[in-house]
């Protein structure tokens, strides 16, 4: 996900789109254990994306 994107989103559709992607990142490492995912790169792209949408959803406590 882009920050451009994350950036239009209002606090409760950051909170949608988190439980999204940790789902999303539980399904990735299940199938990493079972040897079904090919794509180890979208594990790290996954991660990373949680990372974004939780700054921004600290930034917009601050605020």
């Known amino acids: 996900m882009k920050t451009k994107e994350v950036k239009k989103l209002t606090q409760d559709q950051l909170f949608s789109e988190l439980e ?35 700054t921004f959803i600290n930034l917009n406590k601050a605020k």
């Open 20 to 54: 999204k992607l940790k789902k999303e990142q539980f399904n990735i490492r299940f199938k990493k254990k079972n040897g079904q995912v090919t794509n180890t790169a979208s594990i790290k792209t996954n991660r990373r994306s949680i990372a974004k949408v939780k």
